[in-house]
């Protein structure tokens, strides 16, 4: 399995701030839901062998830590993502990490601590940096994850911490979208046979 964690300073914690449409407003959602497109869709199916976590770091609750593997009966679609994110929040539950629809989970959890969990399961995680190592040239192993952050990065505490802790990686010389990333290491992987 592997693994995309999406770090967003101000995505909304509130399934009511995304009712209103405007995904700009609540946070840069629209980001957050690009990433996800590209991290799990492929044309005509899924990407059964990626986890996505979005770790929402905005008011009124923060943090919020969203998990998504699809499955076969995970009612998914491009057009219907806000609306799963929406739904996850609506159903979160103090204490209590929930499976909203199969494969969709919802809990308050940091960012650091989905960092510590993945690497406790034995995940090598890598930081994407545009003054990291090149993607195509370092070793990446079956058991991965890739860390990225909206468009205005990590906290500068965490940023420095995370750089030590994590493999820094970049896919390229330009900064880059993220959901462009996201879709930058799929392909790498896929060209491993990752």
């Known amino acids: 399995m592997k693994h995309f964690i999406y770090f967003s300073n101000h995505g909304t914690t509130s399934g009511k701030a995304i ?7 609540a946070g840069r959602i629209d980001i957050a839901i690009h990433s996800l497109i590209q991290g799990i869709f492929l044309s005509h199916d899924f990407r059964k062998d990626v986890t996505f976590h979005l770790v929402l770091n905005g008011m009124p609750d923060p943090p919020k830590h969203i998990e998504i593997t699809v499955q076969d009966d995970t ?3 491009k057009k219907d993502v806000a ?10 539950k103090e204490g209590q990490k929930s499976e909203v629809l199969p494969g969709c989970f919802v809990e308050k959890k940091s960012l650091m601590k989905v960092i510590e969990e993945l690497m406790d399961a034995g995940n090598e995680i890598f930081i994407l940096d545009k003054k990291g190592e090149s ?3 370092i070793k990446i192993p079956d058991k991965c994850a890739f860390l ?6 990590f906290p500068k505490k965490e940023q420095k ?17 993220a959901s462009q990333v996201v879709a930058v290491v799929n392909n790498e992987l896929d060209i491993r046979g990752i």
């Open 161 to 177: 911490y995370l750089k030590k802790l994590l493999t820094p990686v970049s896919v390229g010389p330009h900064m880059y979208f």
């Open 75 to 77: 009612p998914i679609s």
């Open 83 to 92: 609306n799963i994110i929406k739904k996850l929040l609506y159903k979160y």
């Open 19 to 25: 009712s209103d449409g405007n995904l700009m407003r």
């Open 135 to 137: 993607l195509r040239e």
């Open 148 to 153: 990225l952050g909206d468009h205005e990065g």
